[in-house]
């Protein structure tokens, strides 16, 4: 039993029937009641787009991230997704692994269920806008980037300004007398993108050479350990580390405690992310706190300004803080 055959037996249109599950009061009474009789005959339960057709809305949002084990992936996805829930939406989370052609099929997929929006989380997504398949499936539906921008219509932003956390690690390693600092790179993102810009912008206020003490590693432990190991080799004189994840910082961490270094008397060392990462390791990390539960919960109210047309909206940049450690 469905719908239709619901509204048929009732002798309504399928709208009055949707009326009457939405409980809305702009349905006769005699009419409510016959409909009423009829869903409770045939025990109906109804479905979300039955739900949906008078409402115009599914409650319902899609957040893609690219790998939901990062965690400041999964901090912003799961304050949406509790955040979502709380105001009775239905929430499905993709996991696209950092693929174009995986992003763009799961774009496909959420867009033709009727989704009321879209959250894309992680600043790789600003890419997929290059693919002209991506505007056409959010040509309709209202997204929102956390901690990315996408440059298409109807599409938002809730941005944190990484180059200035960036910046304000520096500047606390300088003003701690360090002078040879060291940045490690770690991944391909715009996000790493503004964070590399932060470095050297501010080296150059500081009248440092920022340019020649930029190092490209991999992401995570065995990323931060290579890193240290190849500064090692190369003999350059080091005497500070910003890294732009905390768990490549604790690589770094782990690296110099092998090689008999000592954090921070020798060299110091700080993180990005205020993550779990930062709190565990030894030293504990000075870190720049991105504010993941903020960008997340302000993604939600944005998406759901969005979702209702609200009449004020526009995207936003969260400012970062640094928290102090002991590892510098």
Known sequence: MNIYDIAK???????????VLNKKENVNEE????????????DYVPSGIARGMVSKSM???AILTVDVRVPQYSRIAYTIEREFSKRGYNVQLCNTGGDLEEAVQYLDVVTSKQVDGVVLVGSI????ELDE?????LKHTPVVVANGQLNLPGCYSVLVDDRLGISLAVDHLYQKGHREIFYLKDMDTDSAQRKQAGFLETMKRLGLDGASHIRETEFGLQGGMQAVQRLLDSEVEVSAIVCGEDLTAVGVLKGLKCAGIK????????????????????PELTTVDNKAELVGGLSVQLLET??????????????????LGRSS
């Open 59 to 61: 409650k319902t949002v």
């Open 9 to 19: 037996e009732a002798g309504v249109s399928i709208s009055t029937v949707s009326r």
């Open 263 to 282: 954090v921070p008397e020798e060299i110091a060392v700080t993180g990005f992310n205020h993550s779990d990462y930062a709190k565990v390791c030894e």
């Open 31 to 42: 009419t409510r009641c016959k409909v009423e009789e009829i869903l409770k005959k045939y």
């Open 306 to 323: 969005l979702i209702r047309k609200g009449e004020h909206y526009a995207s936003m940049v969260v400012q970062p803080q640094l928290v």
């Open 125 to 128: 997504f600003n890419r997929i």
């Open 133 to 137: 398949r991506v505007a056409s499936l």
